[in-house]
């Protein structure tokens, strides 16, 4: 940790954001703590990802404050915001690596572009982290050779290669068998133990979201229901976290003239 | 009517917007082509991709163009009679016209779609917004040696371009039709002014330019177009787009500098 008197390492205040006339995000307020591992849920379309691409100045918010580690991100320019970037790793669904470069030139890829290291440093420091995502034998190999898993955790190892002080990931378990995901779900909570990073976890996976979460965020229909801690989440009353928690689509009064208009709508 | 036209406006609206933000795709990428650091390694690479890869068919290309258009002029100068000035209808054509714009459809085909759709991907795929996470400066990292690999190629391409169509005039003409070489040459060197040659090389630059700039701003603002899917099919739409612009702009840019030059 460069800053480590910092208790809050993400702290968002009144954030509202708009796509056309679509409002994706309203009035979110939530705070991150040091070496916590904050879990965002909610179902598809819920806004949580786009909640953490605000989070790390992909997407400016039309109205509120994003405050990571303890600087404005809405208010910075260019290069203060990819000086910040510098202190945190995101680590994208698919592993968003580049094609056409190995897995090891992918993970060396923000050594070689942020540091003076020489050759062998780079290459040991990237074997390092790809020995810890279990990736050492894959290292020549091209993403369009790896499987699911494997870019995902690829992903994973390229965003930590830096030792981020806050890694932000996004949708770890998508798309992934059980014991995979659990092996991720283990990866996550060793990373935090390890090296003591912060970390924020987009997910819809409530196995996953249970296992590892200090304090889990659940969105629904861009709006914020609770933050709480696991025990917190399962006594709420709200019924639309305890359908989720029992794996239940909610059931919606649907007007008979409302819904005609909708399917007579040009 | 009102509604007709309050549409085309913000169609022209839209459009203006669009071409701002392209404008600014590249006054992005010339700060970061002026200021340090340069990196050497990445242009080398975007050079060997637009320039070496493209070599063959500027030759192919070159050859055929240089041999059909002195089959043309001798079939026309014939009826003249005057065959003494084939070689300067085949140099000229080939230096102040048919050299810069047929290298740079060529390369539009062969480089401009390929970046174009690779970007394209990158954007689809999060790769850019993870080279942003990563704090790279995709403008720096992506761009500005496949802009600068653009002006420096397709001057040197059309060059080869001019030379191997030469070559083929020099093939019908002399050698298939029995035209005197000194006199092929003799007037080509009469005729070619250095005014040619600048026009020649600035149409080139100028082309080059334009290639790189419009598929890498297609490519990069993909997710602005708001017309039409995101995904592999918004990738298919903006590498068409991309060819017919940068086509259209070669065409018209032509134009424009043959007549300020002239």
């Known amino acids: ?266 | 009517m009102n509604t007709y036209k309050i549409k085309s406006l913000s169609v022209i609206e839209n459009q203006l917007i669009r071409l701002g933000i392209a404008g600014l795709f590249l006054l992005e990428t010339f700060r970061t082509i002026i200021l340090p650091p340069y990196s050497l390694k990445p242009l080398i690479k975007q050079i060997a991709f637009i320039g070496a890869r493209s070599m063959l068919v500027i030759i192919v290309a070159g050859l055929f163009v240089g041999m059909v258009i002195a089959l043309q002029f001798y079939d026309t100068l014939l009826r003249f009679g005057s065959i003494s000035l084939l070689g300067s209808a085949v140099g000229l054509s080939l230096i102040r016209e048919l050299g810069p714009v047929i290298t740079a459809l060529m390369v539009i085909g062969r480089a401009g779609s390929a970046m174009c759709a690779e970007i394209g991907i990158m954007r689809v795929d999060n790769q850019i917004d993870a080279l942003e996470c990563m704090a790279i400066d995709p403008y720096r990292y992506l761009f500005s040696p496949r802009i600068l690999a653009g002006i420096i190629c397709v001057p040197i391409l059309t060059a080869i371009f001019i030379l191997v169509g030469i070559f083929g005039g020099y093939f019908v003409g002399v050698i298939l039709f029995g035209v005197s070489p000194g006199s092929f040459f003799q007037g080509m060197s009469d005729t070619i002014l250095n005014r040619d040659i600048l026009m020649c090389f600035s149409k080139s630059i100028v082309f080059g330019l334009l290639i790189v700039w419009i598929a890498c701003d297609k490519g990069f603002n993909l997710h602005l177009d708001k017309h039409g899917a995101y995904g592999s099919e918004g990738v298919s739409r903006i590498t068409t787009e991309s060819v017919v612009i940068s086509s259209m702009a070669i065409l018209f840019s032509d134009y424009l500098l043959s007549a300020l030059i002239l």
């Not at chain 1, 995979?180 to 283990?186: C, G, P």
Request: net charge negative; aromatic share 4%.
């Open chain 1, 1 to 266: 940790m460069n800053n480590p008197n910092i208790e809050n390492i993400i702290e968002i205040e009144g954030l509202n954001t708009w796509y056309g006339d679509k409002q994706i995000l309203s009035d979110i307020s939530l705070n991150v703590v040091h070496k916590e591992i904050m879990v965002i849920m909610g179902h598809s379309g819920s806004g949580k990802s786009t909640l953490l691409r605000h989070m790390i100045g992909l997407n400016k918010p039309a109205s509120g404050s994003i405050k990571l580690l303890d600087q404005e991100i809405t208010s910075l320019d260019r290069k203060e915001l990819h000086k910040l970037r510098r202190r945190i790793g995101v680590a994208f669904q698919n592993g968003a690596l580049f094609s056409s470069m190995s897995l090891q030139e992918n993970v060396e890829l923000p050594l070689r572009e942020h540091t003076k290291l020489d050759e062998n440093t780079i290459r040991i420091m990237s074997r390092l982290k790809l020995e810890l995502m279990n990736l050492s034998d894959s290292e020549s190999l091209m993403p369009a050779e790896l499987s699911g898993g494997m870019l995902k955790r690829a992903g994973l190892a390229r965003a930590v290669v830096m030792d981020p002080d806050v890694l932000f990931f996004d949708e770890p378990t998508a798309g992934l068998d059980p014991v995979t995901s659990a092996e991720l779900d283990d990866l996550i909570l060793q990373l935090r133990d390890a090296l003591n990073m912060t970390i924020v976890v987009v997910t819809h996976d409530l196995d996953s979201a249970f296992k590892i979460a200090d304090r889990i965020t659940v969105l629904d229909n861009g709006r914020q229901i609770i933050t709480g801690s696991k025990e917190m989440i399962r006594n709420f009353p709200d019924p639309r976290i305890v359908n989720m928690l029992e794996r239940k689509a909610m059931d919606e009064l649907v007007d008979a003239d409302d819904y005609l208009d909708k399917l007579t709508r040009k």
